[in-house]
């Protein structure tokens, strides 16, 4: 098979500082699958329908790109890498850089069961992890001017986790932490990983980490800021809404150093919860120091949302809904000229109004809101269906957000205390996505992705 461009020469790239020096450690040979420079074409139980493809402003390709395949039986040299991940919901950890306008999407057909995208970029190749709730095909693409193309797929079983990039000297796969507990969130810390492995947070890499004991919830997703982790604790059933996945709630949450060591430790008391599967970090106050963003909620008032220090120190809160049964969705700590915001999107299942909180004297006042968007679906544990971020390099941040009937990606700016509708993503055939929205910086472009309820999954890239 050729393996023309697919040599497992995969040179870190050096401009970034958080890959020098690589990381280095062993990974027991069933925890992880490569994309390697072998022939077979491994066992496309989902493969990808390259037919469907249609480059950008081209006839359909032909597939010349090799499958990935499972790694040999050999031990393996592997570094954490960057991906679209953003399970805080806030920027992704690889901002995007720019491109100018979007042009015309591109599809391609995976299996109808897909639910998410996370794509990851190693030297000039884009891969695509698309998710079902059972396992991951992961799609190597590759551009040539505007032309896309895209290699065959390698399906795996991943439980429904959200995938972990990795990166040895044959290529990129999907790594499989130790221990990881089904549903819960792993995100790239330091030199390695932090994920949840039974009633611990461990924190390092596969073969030496820390492990933090904690009453951890069951599908709590971690977030970092790159010094701390936050995990969602205290599971309570107190809440009977369930709109997140399951009936239990977070009752707490723990904040823990990068040695393991907990820094802060809060306790809800009853009847309130945290309605969702992550905390978000951020500056909230305007004051360089970041802040622990949360979703309370109970059953008389709804929803509201609260700021603590990392201490552990309650320091601002929004109202509530004032009905119970009423969500809201955090999305995203956003940068803007008058300083931060919090935002959000409230009753995203019923109508759905963006809003944008701004700390004031201990408080979250809203300063801005629009209608309507849904960036959830009811009962997905999917959670980050919206992204933050300049979008089109224009200098300005931009919330994309899927609209109401979720058909379309709109693209929202905060200027002078109003949201304006800056341009739109709009699916092939208007089709329907309840998936992530996955956001990449490829060859010097903006690549936004979603996969629809059909297993469409689409891809819009911004001119060069
Ligand atoms: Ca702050
Ligand atoms: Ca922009």
């Given amino acids: 098979m050729d393996a023309q461009g697919y040599a497992p020469s995969y040179e870190v790239a050096t401009s970034d500082p958080r890959y020098d020096p690589p990381m280095r450690f062993r990974l027991p040979i ?26 950008v402003g081209t006839a359909p390709s032909q ?13 393996i040299i592997y570094a954490p890498i960057v991906s679209s991940q953003s399970p805080s919901g806030n920027l992704a950890e690889q901002p995007v850089m720019g491109g100018g306008p979007f042009g015309e999407p591109v599809s ?9 995208v996370d794509l990851t970029v190693i030297n000039d190749d884009l891969y695509l992890a698309v998710g079902t709730p ?7 693409a590759t551009l040539n001017g505007d032309q896309i193309k895209f290699g065959e797929s ?25 221990g990881r507990t089904a549903q819960t969130g792993a995100v790239r810390f330091q030199d390695g990983w932090a994920w949840v492995a039974g009633d611990v947070v461990a924190i390092g890499t596969p073969d030496n980490y820390s492990e933090t004991p904690l009453d951890l919830l069951d599908d709590t997703l971690l977030v970092s800021n790159g010094d701390f982790v936050v995990a969602l604790t205290n599971p309570v059933r107190r809440l009977n809404h369930g709109i997140v996945g399951d009936g239990i709630e977070g009752g707490g949450f723990a904040v823990i150093n990068d040695n393991g060591t907990v820094r802060a430790q809060v ?4 009847p309130d919860v945290i309605e969702g599967r992550s905390a978000m970090l951020g500056d909230v106050t305007g004051n360089g120091e970041t802040e622990v963003v949360v979703t309370l909620s109970n059953a008389e008032v709804g929803a509201w949302v609260a700021v603590y220090d990392l201490d ?51 408080r979250l006042e809203p300063v801005a809101t629009i209608g309507q968007y849904s960036t ?39 200027r002078d205390g109003k949201f304006v509708e800056k341009f739109i993503l709009e699916t092939p055939d208007m089709s329907r996505s309840e998936s992530n929205i996955a956001v990449i910086d490829w060859q010097g472009r903006t690549v936004v992705a979603v996969v629809g309820v059909d297993g469409v999954v689409t891809l819009w890239l911004t001119n060069p």
């Fill in 108 to 116: 391609f057909t995976a299996d109808p069961s897909s639910v998410r």
């Fill in 63 to 75: 597939p010349e790109i090799p499958a990935p395949v499972p790694l040999p039986d050999v031990d």
């Fill in 376 to 414: 959830h679906t009811i009962n997905s544990r999917i959670l980050d269906g919206a992204y933050i971020g300049d979008l089109d390099g224009d200098g300005e941040i931009e919330a994309l957000v899927p609209n109401q009937p979720r058909n379309r990606l709109v693209a929202l700016s905060l």
């Fill in 312 to 362: 552990g120190t309650l320091i601002a809160q929004s109202t509530a809904i004032g009905l119970g049964n009423r969500w809201r969705h955090q999305i995203a700590i956003m940068p803007t000229a008058d300083g931060p915001v919090i935002l959000n999107v409230v009753t995203p299942h019923i109508g759905g109004t963006l809003e944008a909180l701004r700390f004031s004297e201990g």
């Fill in 30 to 55: 069933v925890s992880l699958v490569v994309v390697a420079a072998a022939c077979s074409t491994g066992t496309n139980r989902n493969p990808v329908d390259a037919t469907t493809v249609a480059p």
């Fill in 134 to 140: 059972q396992d991951a095909s992961l799609i190597r």
């Fill in 154 to 178: 390698m399906t795996w079983p991943t439980e429904g986790n959200d995938p972990v990039f990795g990166l040895n000297d044959d290529g990129v796969g999907l790594v499989n932490l130790p």
């Fill in 267 to 270: 306790v809800l008391e009853a």
